[in-house]
């Protein structure tokens, strides 16, 4: 089965600072990858995904990841974070659609933005 | 605008009663889930339903119920056997992109039990 590792459960940053958010997936012939955001007492928006095609997905509020095949890996980064990027980073993978293709999440990444 | 619509967004329950959670959809998506999020814990997968009138039981099923009446809905209840149901539950739809399921989540129902 797969299964998705959050490398950092914190990471706090300082405003206008490049931040990267590791996520390591277990292997598999075929993957999707996505990256969801929750900002406090909300549901979780998408912010990214990797289906096929380009290794380098970009994706809304200036982030983007790539998708490392040899490495099982899919780090989310963003050049210079704001303040209203504080939030929960989850990743996720899933194997393929239907009942087979349930998203299986990372634990969660904080990321804290300071002045 | 399309979207997911979760009920009531804070509900208190007392010890051995149960408890429904209101999730609806217009975006016209066959797939539904729920999810339960604990601190730390990440989304842990309770039911889905890829058609109405269909669901499976995700990894912690034990002690909630669901149904599937219509497309549109898809209602989580906790029952009195769930042994810690405090938790922040999530509703999604999914829609298939190249092979994927989408996830489409709303803004999630806060449950404390007294």
């Known amino acids: 089965a797969q299964s998705v590792t959050q490398l950092d459960s914190q990471v706090p940053v300082f405003e206008e600072a490049p931040v990267e958010l590791r996520c390591n997936y277990s292997s598999s012939v075929s993957v999707y990858l996505f990256w969801y955001v929750q900002y406090p007492n909300q549901g979780l928006q998408l912010l990214l995904k990797?289906?096929?095609?380009?290794?380098l997905v970009k994706g809304i509020n200036g982030f983007e990841a790539e998708f490392n095949k040899s490495q099982t890996s899919f780090h989310l980064r963003k050049p210079s974070v704001h303040i209203s990027d504080t939030a929960e980073y989850f990743c996720a993978v899933s194997d393929g659609g239907g009942s087979q293709g349930n998203l299986i999440f990372g634990k969660g990444t904080k990321l804290s933005v300071k002045p | 605008d399309g979207g997911i619509t979760q009920s009531p967004k804070y509900l208190f329950r007392k010890e051995g009663q149960n408890v429904t959670l209101s999730c609806e959809q217009n975006l016209n998506h066959d797939a539904m889930y729920w999810y339960r999020q604990d601190p730390g814990q990440g989304l842990r997968l309770i039911y889905y339903s890829q058609i109405v009138n269909d669901f499976q039981k995700g990894d912690i099923a034990e002690g909630y119920s669901v149904s599937r009446e219509k497309k549109e809905s898809f209602p989580l209840t906790v029952t009195s056997a769930q042994k810690n149901p405090t938790a922040f539950y999530l509703c999604a739809s999914s829609v298939n992109r190249a092979g994927a399921n989408v996830l489409t989540f709303g803004a999630g129902s806060r449950l404390t039990v007294l």
């Open positions: 990797y289906l096929s095609g380009s290794t």
